[in-house]
């Protein structure tokens, strides 16, 4: 699935990846491949994103937001923890 993250001030990643984890106001889901459409608000932690090379890549955020779509794309909205 194609993953975009964006800060107020710069791109964060933008790439294919096998699963994004993140803390949501719902508590701590995954997103995988063809993850059913979903927005939520993000909660202080970490976004763990799981490249298709199995590399894991940490982006620590203070809030923000998580889209899913249904043509298999993910975007997260943060700001970013210092």
């Known amino acids: ?4 993250i964006y800060s ?5 990643y933008e790439g294919e990846v096998a699963s994004v984890n993140c803390k949501t106001a ?5 997103v995988l491949a063809h993850h ?4 939520s608000v993000l ?8 490249d298709e090379a199995k590399q894991e890549h940490y982006f620590p955020v203070q809030s ?5 779509n249904a043509m298999n794309q ?3 909205i943060a700001d970013e923890a210092q």
Do not use: N, S, W
């Open 26 to 30: 719902m508590g701590e889901i995954t």
């Open 1 to 4: 699935m194609k993953l975009a």
């Open 8 to 12: 107020l001030k710069k791109v964060l």
């Open 36 to 39: 059913r459409p979903l927005i």
């Open 74 to 76: 993910v975007k997260i």
């Open 64 to 68: 923000g937001f998580l889209e899913v």
């Open 43 to 50: 909660m202080p932690g970490t976004v763990k994103v799981t």
